[in-house]
């Protein structure tokens, strides 16, 4: 394994950022596979709050089977599949949760109507319950609008919770048209990142 001087996460920001500005909807949001209590699969489409270091921040509800999967077992890998600049990455690492304090001033940036539905998950039904229609979920966002109408004033749900994905292992998948791949590998080891180039 050779060692490049090269930096994965300036390549995967720069990817994102381009994508960001290409209205890329997948550049605001990743993919994340975790392993569940029965030890069966899931994976589902997070946002991303943020990438900083080798972390990339996550929120999520402690009501959330993710967050029960997250505590019970701390294997992951995160997808990050940006198609208007033809980029994939797969991420493997630690997980380290964030202190509440940090997830609270993130959450904070996050938009009017994910503040609104956070609230809701606390003030009216939890995360994943059943829901009578979609015109009562609808009708109680309302409510909320009426109840904190300046978005600085929506106070952090209790049940907010938020972790870092700390990336060990990095594959980076660069799509050519003609079907002819470039397939990177990035491993961290000894404080520095070392590059393979893989078999598409």
């Given at each position: 394994m050779t060692s490049d001087c090269i930096d994965p996460i300036s390549e995967i920001v720069s990817s994102r950022q381009r994508a960001l500005s290409l209205n890329d909807v997948c550049a605001s949001v990743c993919s994340l596979a975790t392993v569940?209590?029965?030890?069966?699969?899931?994976t589902r489409v997070m946002n991303l709050n943020g990438i900083s270091g080798r972390s990339f921040e996550l929120h999520c509800s402690e009501q959330s089977s993710k967050w029960q999967e997250l505590l019970h077992n701390r294997a992951y890998e995160l997808l990050l599949w940006w198609p208007s600049v033809a980029r994939q990455y797969?991420?493997?690492g630690e997980l380290e949760m964030m202190p509440k304090s940090l997830v609270e001033q993130s959450w904070l940036r996050a938009p009017y109507l994910f503040k609104l539905l956070d609230r809701f998950y606390q003030e009216y039904q939890p995360l994943g319950s059943k829901l009578q229609n979609q015109q009562m979920l609808l009708s109680s966002i309302n409510h909320l609008k009426t109840k904190y109408p300046n978005e600085q004033e929506v106070p952090?749900?209790?049940?907010?919770?938020?972790?870092?994905?700390?990336?060990?292992l990095i594959e980076a998948l660069y799509i050519d048209n003609l079907r002819i791949h470039?397939?990177?590998?990035?491993?961290?080891?000894?404080?520095s990142w070392h590059h393979e180039l893989l078999v598409p």
């Open positions: 569940a209590v029965d030890n069966s699969a899931r797969r991420i493997r952090p749900p209790q049940h907010l919770r938020g972790f870092y994905c700390k990336a060990d470039e397939r990177h590998c990035y491993s961290y080891t000894e404080n």
